[in-house]
């Protein structure tokens, strides 16, 4: 179990760094391993990326996030595990990616520098990750089919807001917690 979280404002203004450290703090439970902020803008949007990780398959600092892709333009964020993660890597290896950990992460952004948003349907796996395209201004949030690890998304105008856990959401500034009846129903009711 690992913890993500983070922060994208779409007008550019800049991510308070201490507000992604807080969203660790709050996490640290679920990764006490080791932890990781990334704050970094492009295509007129800021984004901040936090990660507490539990180390499980690459237990070497190869495996520390938010991890970035070859040329730097990528970073991610991921909690959970991709069951296919050593065919797609061979896969990718025969393709001429080289990797320099042993991390589902790693297969993950080599597979979107491949596939683009193709590259998810392939995941086969329980996850949750943020993936942080300069390039395109772009951060893709996604988890497994089943829902099985948590992501908490809140959006308050040009600012969107996302973690493991709800609480790591609070004390953002502009981000108020609040129920919502209709959310609440379809939670109970799906």
């Given at each position: 179990m690992?913890?993500?979280?983070?922060?994208?404002?779409r007008?550019g203004?800049?991510?308070?760094?201490a507000?992604?450290?807080?969203m660790v703090e709050?996490l640290?439970?679920?990764?006490p391993?080791?932890?990781?902020v990334?704050?970094?803008?492009?295509?007129?949007v800021s984004?901040?990326?936090a990660h507490?990780?539990l180390?499980v398959v690459d237990?070497?600092d190869?495996?520390?996030q938010?991890?970035s892709?070859?040329?730097?333009a990528?970073w991610?964020v991921?909690?959970g595990?991709?069951y296919?993660?050593?065919e797609?890597?061979?896969?990718?290896?025969a393709?001429?990616?080289?990797?320099?950990?042993?991390?589902d992460?790693?297969v993950i952004?080599?597979l979107?520098?491949?596939?683009g948003?193709d590259?998810?349907?392939r995941?086969n796996?329980m996850?949750?990750v943020a993936?942080?395209d300069?390039r395109?201004?772009?951060?893709?949030l996604a988890?497994?089919?089943?829902?099985?690890k948590?992501?908490?998304?809140?959006?308050?105008?040009?600012r969107?807001a996302?973690?493991?856990?709800?609480?790591?959401?609070?004390?953002i500034?502009?981000f108020?917690?609040?129920l919502?009846?209709?959310a609440?129903?379809?939670h109970?009711t799906?």
């Open positions: 690992c913890g993500i979280g983070g922060i994208l404002d007008r203004r800049p991510i308070d760094a507000l992604c450290r807080r709050i640290h439970h679920r990764g391993d080791d932890r990781g990334r704050i970094d803008s492009g295509g007129g984004v901040g990326l507490t990780r180390a237990l070497t190869a495996g520390h938010p991890m892709g070859a040329d730097g990528l991610m991921a909690n595990e991709i296919n993660a050593p797609l890597r061979a896969e990718l290896v393709k001429g990616y080289r990797f320099s950990s042993r991390t992460v790693e952004l080599h979107y520098e491949e596939e948003l590259s998810l349907a995941l796996g996850f949750a993936l942080w300069r395109r201004g772009r951060l893709l988890r497994d089919r089943f829902g099985v948590p992501l908490y998304v809140a959006q308050r105008g040009d969107v996302f973690a493991s856990e709800a609480k790591a959401l609070c004390g500034e502009d108020e917690a609040r919502d009846p209709v609440l129903s379809e109970f799906f």
